[in-house]
């Protein structure tokens, strides 16, 4: 399914030289300018000390509906079942029901199911130890920036307390790209292939389809999601990320299933464009605790050709030693980099104000460097709140999550 906010794509797959990268600081610049990191070599970050992550934890789950509404349940979960031969990924492509994806959608969801798990449980420890809140879509571009040659991403960033929040920030290039790409037949096309294959093996009833005439779980409407909250520990910070999963084994609901379509491979090059989309699907995976990715190989006309079943933790050794190998370790102590230092220079900016600001990371071509800026109180209300006054938000963070965060900081 799409997820901008949560990070998921459904489309075809689609501080010094030594140590981790040059690094410099650039004070008072007139555009914000407070950090610039210099992306050092793979080898660099593949020969440093592993960046332990410990396997993620659930802490809970929320869905939404048809409509898009939020509820703090489960009703909108899916049960894995095997998909049937060459189905057919066009099907229901004329009835799709398409989120509206301009509504900026923020951390809200995932902050509103943190306050509820904070009141059904009578306490917010894990919360209030947490250094890193955001959606797993955000740590799987920082997992996968080494090796990014085509496009980079911005993240808007807010210290409150203790606590690095991430957001997506989608910029007025990437806005263009992807109306471009919706009034492109082809490519909704292909965008909507990974949506049939979800219906095609993700369905409500537990027990799948009666028949093969019945396998098929309704036309498509991506406003419905089943979304997980998991913790998590990456070096020294400890994360807690929220995203969609596609399914669960229906007699195991503790295991998780990724579904994803790609092209089926029928020379070397087909083989290669698919060990490297191996690398986003992995990371898309691991930082959920999702144990299965299932892949859907299908041809130029959209009929799907065969299935491929992966075990997550065991995806890196499928492209070791090959010409497209990536390096699940390198990748873990770039974004483990990233956010330790990022957290700690917004902290030094801020200096202990009242109201924190909202900050800027950026990854962009030639993707050498992560820059790290201050936004301008017009940038905030242009960017982050539409262009307009917006007393419900404390800059990207909803008001009432900003101060049930701050009522349990330490002197509140």
Request: glycine share 8%; aromatic share 8%.
């Amino acid at each position: 399914m799409a997820e901008s906010a949560l990070g998921k794509r459904k489309a075809d797959g689609d501080d010094d030289a030594g140590h981790a990268g040059k690094v410099s600081k650039v004070e008072g610049d007139k555009a914000g300018l407070i950090d610039s990191i210099r992306l050092g070599s793979i080898a660099t970050y593949a020969a440093r000390r592993p960046s332990a992550m410990q396997l993620p934890q659930r802490l809970a789950s929320f869905s939404y509906d048809e409509r898009r509404a939020l509820h703090h349940d489960d009703r909108s979960i899916r049960y894995y079942h095997a998909p049937p031969p060459q189905g057919d990924l066009n099907r229901g492509y004329a009835n799709l029901v398409q989120r509206d994806d301009t509504i900026n959608e923020h951390l809200d969801s995932l902050c509103l199911a943190l306050m509820h798990l904070a009141d059904a449980k009578g306490e917010d420890e894990e919360r209030k130890r947490t250094n890193v809140i955001t959606w797993r879509g955000m740590m799987t571009r920082l997992c996968t920036a080494l090796y990014e040659k085509r496009s980079g991403f911005e993240m808007n960033a807010m210290v409150v307390g203790d606590t690095l929040y991430l957001e997506e920030h989608v910029g007025p290039r990437q806005a263009a790209d992807k109306a471009r790409q919706q009034s492109d037949d082809r490519q909704r096309r292909f965008a909507y292939y990974g949506y049939a294959f979800e219906s095609y093996t993700c369905f409500e009833r537990r027990t799948g389809p009666a028949s093969p005439r019945e396998h098929w779980d309704g036309d498509v409407n991506t406003n419905v999601q089943w979304c997980s909250i998991v913790r998590t520990k990456l070096g020294s910070s400890r994360l807690i990320l929220g995203g969609e999963v596609d399914a669960v084994d229906p007699h195991d609901h503790s295991t998780f299933v990724e579904v994803k379509t790609s092209m089926q491979i029928r020379n070397e090059r087909d083989e290669s464009n698919f060990e490297s989309k191996l690398l986003r699907f992995y990371f898309q995976s691991f930082l959920l605790g999702v144990q299965r990715l299932v892949v859907g190989f299908r041809d130029g006309r959209g009929i799907l050709r065969h299935v491929s079943n992966y075990e997550t933790l065991k995806v890196p050794r499928f492209v070791r030693g090959r010409a497209t190998e990536w390096d699940p370790v390198a990748c873990l102590n770039f974004a483990d980099e990233i956010l330790v230092r990022i957290r700690r220079r917004i902290t030094e900016d801020q200096g202990g104000q009242e109201t924190p600001s909202v900050f800027r990371l950026s990854f962009a071509p030639p993707f050498d460097e992560v820059t790290l800026r201050k936004l301008t109180p017009e940038e905030v209300c242009a960017d982050v709140h539409g262009g307009k006054d917006d007393p419900t938000r404390m800059g990207f963070l909803l008001k009432e999550y900003y101060d049930f965060a701050r009522a349990s900081q330490p002197g509140a």
